[in-house]
């Protein structure tokens, strides 16, 4: 054994066939390193102009070189493809993410832009039947105005008419009462009649308004009872509602206590009708 060893390492030295083989072995080992550092950076300049992560799968992750002669993976760009597959699955949440075209965005936009008109259609019709609605509540209300405006003055028309009326009536009134008073004056004997006021001027002036024992007599005939200012009349004539007529006051100086009850006249009356004509006769004369 040991001679043949012997043998075979002097063969080997002698035979220069072997190391050729391992020297020629060398060399293409060392072509193909070189050349698959090109390729990975050429592939990693093509990866990073496309603006992507260049795909690849398990079969081309080694250089396709006989399988006597395997090379190594590069380890370096394998680690930056699979950062960067990271940081894109990391941006997308890991699902692929399809972003839309021209075309999608385009109509997307135009059925933005038909529901914003439609809207503001819908809007503008609402304005608009708001305004009729308005509108037609204005001119009710005008119609109403006016139609009250107009009974009212239909109605102010009627009471100026009643109003006249009775006016008229009332003048008729006082005319026909004055023409009476003064046929019951008309025999008066105005001396006399001086002569019976001396009874009544301890109390009563009738030329000024000014009050003594009782009220003033100033325009006596035709003025309402009680409404001499300044005296303070009797619940009897203050409930009294009438004016001082010719026959009234007859009635009255003929018996105050019979005529209005519960008078605090301190007079006892005239019982003669012709002195009671005469003195009033004489005030009418006097009458301011």
Same mark, same amino acid.
């Given at each position: 054994?040991?001679?043949?060893?012997?043998?075979?390492?002097?063969?080997?030295?002698?035979?220069?066939?072997?190391?050729?083989?391992?020297?020629?072995?060398?060399?293409?080992?060392?072509?193909?390193?070189?050349?698959?550092?090109?390729?990975?950076?050429?592939?990693?300049?093509?990866?990073?102009?496309?603006?992507?992560?260049?795909?690849?799968?398990?079969?081309?992750?080694?250089?396709?070189?006989?399988?006597?002669?395997?090379?190594?993976?590069?380890?370096?760009?394998?680690?930056?493809?699979?950062?960067? $597959?990271?940081?894109? @699955?990391?941006?997308?949440?890991?699902?692929?993410?399809?972003?839309?075209?021209?075309?999608?965005?385009?109509?997307?936009?135009?059925?933005?832009?038909?529901?914003?008109?439609?809207?503001?259609?819908?809007?503008?019709?609402?304005?608009?039947?708001?305004?009729?609605?308005?509108?037609?509540? @204005?001119?009710?209300?005008?119609?109403?105005?006016?139609?009250?405006?107009?009974?009212? @003055?239909?109605?102010?028309?009627?009471?100026?008419?009643?109003?006249?009326?009775?006016?008229?009536?009332?003048?008729?009134?006082?005319?026909?009462?004055? @023409?009476?008073?003064?046929?019951?004056?008309?025999?008066?004997?105005?001396?006399?009649?001086?002569?019976?006021?001396?009874?009544?001027?301890?109390?009563?002036?009738?030329?000024?308004?000014?009050?003594?024992?009782?009220?003033?007599?100033?325009?006596?005939?035709?003025?309402?009872?009680?409404?001499?200012?300044?005296?303070?009349?009797?619940?009897?004539?203050?409930?009294?509602?009438?004016?001082?007529?010719?026959?009234?006051?007859?009635?009255?100086?003929?018996?105050?206590?019979?005529?209005?009850?519960?008078?605090?006249?301190?007079?006892?009356? $005239?019982?003669?009708?012709?002195?009671?004509?005469?003195?009033?006769?004489?005030?009418?004369?006097?009458?301011?």
């Amino acid at each position: 054994m040991d001679a043949w060893l012997a043998q075979l390492r002097k063969i080997a030295l002698n035979d220069q066939t072997p190391r050729l083989i391992l020297i020629g072995a060398t060399v293409v080992l060392f072509l193909v390193v070189i050349i698959d550092a090109f390729g990975a950076r050429d592939r990693a300049v093509v990866s990073r102009e496309a603006g992507g992560i260049a795909r690849f799968t398990d079969d081309d992750s080694d250089v396709t070189v006989p399988s006597v002669y395997r090379v190594p993976r590069d380890f370096a760009s394998e680690s930056l493809r699979e950062a960067r $597959l990271a940081q894109a @699955e990391e941006e997308t949440n890991g699902e692929g993410v399809d972003l839309p075209d021209e075309e999608e965005i385009a109509e997307a936009e135009d059925i933005a832009e038909a529901e914003a008109e439609l809207e503001a259609e819908e809007e503008m019709a609402e304005a608009e039947a708001a305004e009729e609605e308005a509108a037609e509540a @204005e001119a009710a209300e005008a119609e109403a105005a006016e139609a009250e405006a107009a009974e009212a @003055e239909v109605a102010e028309a009627e009471a100026t008419e009643e109003e006249a009326e009775t006016a008229a009536e009332d003048s008729a009134t006082e005319a026909a009462v004055a @023409e009476d008073d003064l046929a019951l004056l008309a025999n008066a004997d105005i001396a006399n009649g001086e002569s019976v006021w001396r009874q009544c001027r301890s109390c009563h002036v009738y030329d000024a308004e000014r009050n003594q024992g009782g009220p003033h007599l100033v325009n006596i005939i035709g003025r309402e009872v009680a409404i001499a200012d300044g005296w303070r009349y009797s619940s009897a004539l203050q409930d009294y509602d009438g004016v001082w007529t010719v026959e009234a006051l007859l009635e009255w100086l003929e018996n105050p206590d019979s005529y209005i009850p519960g008078n605090q006249m301190a007079f006892r009356g $005239l019982r003669d009708e012709q002195d009671r004509i005469d003195v009033l006769g004489y005030l009418n004369e006097n009458a301011q």
